[in-house]
């Protein structure tokens, strides 16, 4: 079975949604999805305010042991959910990265 990945840009700044790209409805985020050959599924997540001419730092992320991109990149846990939706918290863990790595 193929492994479905995740991958991030981390650093940005002028607003610009990128080609494909649409703005997510709970950050302020842009979000693309793919769907490549034999099922595989990508999952692309930049800052809302992108700006290709700064650097940027790619983070690509696979998901673990058969694990769905949203268990993977986390949410809050009400009882009752599903306890892989709390094992990674990826999503957060890179808007955290993206906070204290800005190039200013």
Same mark, same amino acid.
């Given at each position: ?36 050959? $034999? ?8 800052? =809302?305010?992108?700006?290709?001419? +700064?650097?940027?730092? @790619? !983070? ?21 959910? $599903? ?8 999503? =957060?863990?890179?808007?955290?990265? +993206?906070?204290?790595? @800005? !190039?200013?």
């Amino acid at each position: 079975m193929l492994t479905p990945f995740v991958a991030f840009i981390l650093l940005a700044t002028p607003p610009a949604t990128l080609p494909g790209f649409h703005r997510s409805a709970w950050f302020d985020e842009q979000v693309r999805e793919e769907w490549l050959a $034999d099922g595989v599924r990508v999952v692309v997540n930049a800052p =809302a305010k992108y700006d290709p001419a +700064r650097p940027t730092r @790619l !983070v690509i992320y696979a998901t673990p042991n058969g694990n769905t991109i949203e268990q993977t990149l986390g949410s809050t846990t009400p009882a009752g959910t $599903d306890w892989h939706f709390n094992i990674q918290h990826v999503a =957060a863990q890179v808007r955290r990265l +993206r906070e204290v790595s @800005l !190039v200013q």
